[in-house]
């Protein structure tokens, strides 16, 4: 049975219903359309669009509409909670894929934030939404029972637990602007945080992505996601900083500029996020944007290390740490990486997996 590639794009991201995609590909981005060329190799792989800023359900709404040629429902309680419109938008005339039953496996690749996108669409799919089950004109979605149309799920640098580029500014015992950095870096990285803000419409303040990627409110998301027995699961954390002598990280020359202030702050900040938990030392390790341990796995789900002749479902198994920045796996943005032997390799082993 065939295997078919879903890649999720990470915040202020883009898929291919996007103009911007076949300027610039999300996936592959200066290098070249990733997905030209995977395809190419015989792999069905296709990048898929949902909203740049917005929450993990409203995304995974919307990657489902684009899989199964329908208009996006966020459901009926869910819009009435956060004060926006039931419906989306319509993929009815143009699914993301040329079908999609009973057959098809589903491959669900997320980079980033499209790692929460991914890991909350699986659930859905499989266990569907106890809230939304009792009212009246229930999407299939949030019914659930498909958990076998999953193949596997794969998380790239993903911030899994959350990040601390949101919670050490809220932290009243930790002083961000007291971190010094190059005016240049401090320039770009408020370049870079212009792209991130979310467009205001009247929606409550939950609904979005910087929500969902504070600590506490990843691992909130966390307990109500499932790893599913028949799913194979894999991570690919990153880090591009190295210790100091003070004890704390600092960006590698590598790292992408526009990351290197928010990776700096990261790699100096311990402390206590609102809820109680505490942010050590193991947290400073980072990619520019998240930290390598969130990017692990689920702190509480199974994992071991990746032992490509022994993969098994319903554990997570972790790549070794890429010593790269977060841009990396996407080709790069001031930098040009060339990313097709990683992505080659990472679906030759998702392959060689029963199914």
């Known amino acids: 049975m065939k295997l078919t590639y879903i890649f999720v794009h990470g915040l202020s991201g883009w898929g291919s219903y996007e103009d911007q995609y076949h300027r610039m590909p999300y996936w592959g981005m200066n290098g070249g359309d990733l997905m030209v060329f995977l395809r190419s190799m015989g792999y069905a792989c296709y990048a898929a669009s949902v909203s740049p800023t917005g929450s993990a359900w409203d995304r995974a709404c919307e990657l489902y509409a684009q899989l199964s040629g329908t208009q996006t429902d966020y459901g009926i309680v869910h819009s009435h909670t956060y004060q926006h419109d039931r419906f989306g938008r319509d993929f ?47 999407s299939p979605f949030f019914a659930g029972g498909m958990a076998d149309r999953i193949h596997s799920v794969v998380t790239l640098s993903a911030p899994t637990n959350g990040t601390t580029a949101y919670d050490l500014f809220e932290d009243p015992s930790f002083d961000p602007s007291s971190i010094k950095v190059p005016l240049r870096h401090r320039i770009l990285a408020r370049m870079m945080s212009m792209g991130t803000s979310p467009k205001k419409d009247g929606r409550d303040v939950r609904d979005y992505a910087g929500y969902d990627m504070h600590i506490d409110n990843a691992l909130a998301m966390n307990a109500r996601i499932a790893t599913l027995p028949t799913v ?61 341990v969130s990017s692990i796995a689920p702190l509480h789900a199974p994992k071991k290390p990746l032992d490509p002749d022994h993969i098994e479902p319903g554990i997570w198994n972790v790549f070794p740490t890429l010593h790269e920045d977060h841009m990396w796996l996407q080709g790069g943005l001031v930098h040009t990486h060339d990313i097709r032997d990683f992505y080659l390799n990472l679906l030759q082993i998702i392959e060689k997996t029963p199914h």
């Open 92 to 138: 009815s005339r143009r699914s993301l894929i040329p079908y999609w039953d009973e057959e098809t496996r589903l491959v669900l690749i997320g980079h980033s934030f499209g790692g929460a996108t991914v890991r909350l669409f699986a659930e859905l799919l499989a266990n569907g939404d106890p809230v939304e089950k009792k009212t009246s004109d229930v």
């Open 232 to 292: 194979y699961y894999f991570s690919v954390p990153c880090c591009a900083t190295t210790m100091q002598e003070d004890g704390t990280q600092a960006p590698d020359k590598s790292m992408e500029p526009l990351f290197k202030m928010r990776s700096r702050q990261i790699g100096c900040y311990t402390g206590k996020t609102k809820g109680g938990f505490v942010i050590d030392a193991s947290w400073q390790e980072n990619d520019g944007l998240v930290n390598t």
